[in-house]
């Protein structure tokens, strides 16, 4: 008699997940976009050297991360914070700015310093906050791998970590740029100009560390940067 049983086939080997490395990704934004915000030389040449590889657009007004799900039902954050048996974020006390601004000195130009400072909390509290929501929906996504839609849902929440990149990309610089030209006439001017220049050339350390050299596998108080 013929042996007509089928040899069992052994199971397939899966490999290990591979993190794909800060070269896979094309569609980052450079960081510092076309703006009407007084950006000079410095600042182009920035984006020209921590940007040699492709580049997509920023996202505009029209935003297609930001349209209505068509697959998924996302909770809101309290929704979501409910879910996980947690209150809502503790916020910062907002910054108490003086109510008003004694503009008689001429000596120094207090305003566009107010303007300033008040700028950057402002975008690291959007900053913050954005960060806060998308750690949450991403570990909410974790939680249930297989729920339909959580493609979709990353896709949201990639629109997300652009508009935080541009945050924190051109917020401070623009005002940086407006309270320079503010006190052109000032003797402080000469220093922030030289700041100006400083400042920039950190950024652009700052940018090829995380074009070159980055790794997300590792918390970023873990890594050298020069």
């Not at 130009?109 to 400072?117: G, H, K, L, T, W």
């Not at 970590?161 to 000469?190: C, G, N, P």
């Amino acid at each position: 008699m013929l042996d007509l049983q089928i040899p069992l086939q052994p199971p397939p080997i899966t490999p290990a997940p591979v993190l794909p490395t800060i070269d896979s990704f094309s569609g980052i934004n450079p960081p510092f976009g076309e703006c009407d915000d007084g950006t000079d030389e410095l600042l182009r040449a920035l984006q020209e050297s921590s940007m040699g590889t492709g580049i997509v657009s920023q996202v505009t007004e029209e935003d297609p991360f930001s349209g209505p799900l068509r697959q998924c039902s996302v909770p809101s954050l309290n929704e979501l914070r409910t879910m996980n048996g947690q209150k809502s974020a503790t916020m910062t006390p907002a910054l108490v700015m003086p109510s008003a601004i004694d503009t008689d000195d001429q000596t120094f130009p207090s305003a566009p310093v107010v303007d300033f400072i008040s700028t950057i909390f402002d975008t690291q509290a959007k900053l913050a906050g954005l960060s806060q929501a998308v750690a949450e929906y991403l570990a909410w996504a974790k939680s249930s791998p297989n729920e339909a839609g959580n493609a979709e849902l990353l896709e949201i929440l990639e629109g997300r970590v652009v508009e935080m990149h541009q945050l924190a990309s051109t917020k401070h610089w623009a005002a940086f740029k407006l309270m320079t030209a503010s006190i052109e006439r000032s003797d402080f001017y000469l220093a922030l100009k030289q700041l100006e220049t400083d400042l920039t050339e950190r950024t652009i350390r700052s940018s090829r560390f995380f074009h070159e050299n980055y790794d997300i596998k590792t918390s970023l108080a873990e890594q050298k940067m020069d």
